[in-house]
């Protein structure tokens, strides 16, 4: 098999892995060059000076996903519209050295309703195909919470549709610019039981805009120490996702794909509303991108 | 009657107002010299040194209103629990001279839910008491739009029930502090058309947290104008509350009460769900607290 550099690189962050014939990792490298901190046109150039030697081999194959595939990165590759699986992605990738190193699409999906509002992931759809392969199915629901958190359904191994939801981002916001900030000791440790109540409480009628003043109502009249508020607002926006997605449709065993701390949340919340869960973590991004090049190599 | 003067002492403005034996305003004073500009310890001296000359007659009665009573305030005015009326608001009066300069306590309630959370509001209290006197009616659901926007209940003459939504301050942080401050362009004028298209998309399934990254994706995709895409965000946010609070009940002609620019989008959206409504503005306070020192004059 030709030699694989798999790349991932995100907003912020750059990683690499030299992949050995059976998918693992025989080297990888981290670097805060995330494509916010690259000068435009310079993408190449970061690209050599930094997994220049792995590509020495003229039969090496790279395949980069992440934010490198968007408007503000290397060069932009348009998204995939779902439904799409290893195929679909294969087919849409973009080629900087034909044959050689190629950029993964994201993908797109379009929403139901009156504006058929599109909705998309770039760098996501690696690691679901990978985590499909590492839990072996070809099926199921996914979530990849995060600042843009995304619940994902793959049907006989296609992305069929998914949703993003800013829960991470206005989590981010309200603790560290609203006047609920005021009321949060962020340096509490994470408390079940208040994150709990907050999932509760979110399945509740009502918006979330009400339930969030709660937050600062429960401080105001001591019913819930400063430390125990930054997980009881934590539970109200995971809940209000949960709210959504886990009574649009009957949903099996949910793969949670991600850091340790927020899976962990996440599979707590789920087990809560009784739904299992399996959490996945970064090596999902390896299995996808290996499994997309086999793909690539064995079908020529 | 005795001289009346009414005071309105928010969080960061301060007015304050002579009123006739029927209520007109005689001579009004308005100061950037909100709750937050006053060291502790110093309300007293810029009461004085503002309003002193109005108070120099032995018979005035002075009611103030707002975050004056609150904790960071002149003096705390324990919350009057709801179901609450003039009656119980006069009973409730933090009296800072005796018979004479009293603080207008706020309102609270307890929300149905597990964690039965408290809601609260102060100096809405007296807005709405003076709107129902102003629209001659003692049953009513009022709106009072803002940072933290109130849906009121009133039955008979008393606030039986309400609920507070961070309307607001959520669309302030995410056009000022996330994502989407990127793909909005806050100089544009208002857009009914773009308002009413995320009235709409705010009432299908799924949550707001996923609404909102629509407004992120719509500008990807060019599918809607940068200009446009504020009042889209605005109606998205509004159009939540409108969500849950139109369908709680069967609601009678809304009460809208603040300033036109935000009470005008209220009414446009509640008319574009078939829902009546009247505006009315900043005259409700001096109503309302015109009506509370009647009863307190006539009632000794």
């Known amino acids: 098999m030709r030699p694989l550099i798999t790349i991932d690189w995100g907003t912020s962050a750059l990683r690499g892995a030299q992949l050995d014939a059976n998918g693992q990792v025989m080297a990888s490298r981290d670097f805060s060059r995330g494509i ?10 970061v690209f050599n000076e930094l997994f220049g030697d792995w590509m020495e081999n003229p039969d090496a194959l790279c395949l980069i996903s992440g934010m490198a595939g968007s408007r503000q990165g290397w060069q932009e590759a348009p998204y995939c519209p779902c439904p799409a699986g290893f195929a679909e992605l294969g087919q849409h990738l973009l080629w900087l050295q034909a044959g050689r190193i190629a950029l993964v699409p994201g ?36 979530v990849l919470p995060g600042t843009h958190s995304k619940w994902v359904k793959v049907d006989s191994g296609r992305v ?26 962020m340096k509490g440790a994470f408390d079940t039981d208040a994150f709990l109540q907050g999932i509760d409480q979110s399945q509740q009628n009502g918006s979330v805009l009400h339930h969030l003043f709660g937050v600062r109502t429960l401080g105001l009249f001591n019913r819930m120490p400063a430390t125990a508020m930054t997980s009881y607002l934590s539970g109200l ?50 299995s996808g991108l290996f499994a997309l090049a086999t793909t690539l190599i064995e079908t020529p």
């Open 237 to 286: 926006l995971i809940g209000e996702e949960l709210r959504t997605q886990t009574k649009a449709a009957r949903i099996g065993p949910v793969i949670l794909i991600g850091n340790e701390t927020l899976t962990m949340r996440y599979a707590l919340a789920l087990q809560h509303l009784n739904i299992d869960s399996q959490c996945l973590g970064a090596q999902a991004t390896w």
């Open 36 to 45: 916010m901190s690259v000068p435009p046109g310079q993408f190449e150039a």
């Open 107 to 142: 993908l797109s999906c379009l929403n139901a309703g009156p504006l058929n509002i599109p909705d998309v992931m770039r760098g996501e759809e690696v690691q679901i195909f990978g985590a499909l392969q590492l839990a072996q199915r070809d099926s199921a629901t996914l």
């Open 160 to 185: 069929t549709h998914f949703n993003t939801f800013m829960t991470g981002e206005v989590y981010a916001l309200l603790s560290q610019h609203s006047i609920l900030g005021k009321t949060l000791d």
